[in-house]
């Protein structure tokens, strides 16, 4: 069977529409971007020593990264470290 293109989206939504209402397996998506998919992350509310934060925000600057990310770095090593005992 010949291969279609697919059509050209403004949005994303409206490629969200258009995957929910069609069959894909004729479609090549070869020519189609990378897209890099993140987990959403959930807020929450976490109160901190303010010496504490400070030490953090000063290693994150270190780092050059946002020192949230930092500490999800760290909350994520330290459970995997202890899913592993």
Known sequence: MPVKELP??????EFD????THDTSRYSFEDAPEVKIRP????ITLK???DLLQRVKA???RRKMPYQSLINQ???EKATEEKGK
Do not use: H, N, Q, S
Request: proline share 13%; charged share 35%; aromatic share 18%.
């Open 48 to 50: 901190v020593y303010p």
């Open 40 to 43: 959403k992350k959930k807020p």
């Open 74 to 76: 760290w909350l994520a």
């Open 17 to 20: 529409e258009w995957v929910e």
């Open 59 to 61: 290693i994150a600057a």
């Open 8 to 13: 050209d989206f403004k949005t994303p939504e």
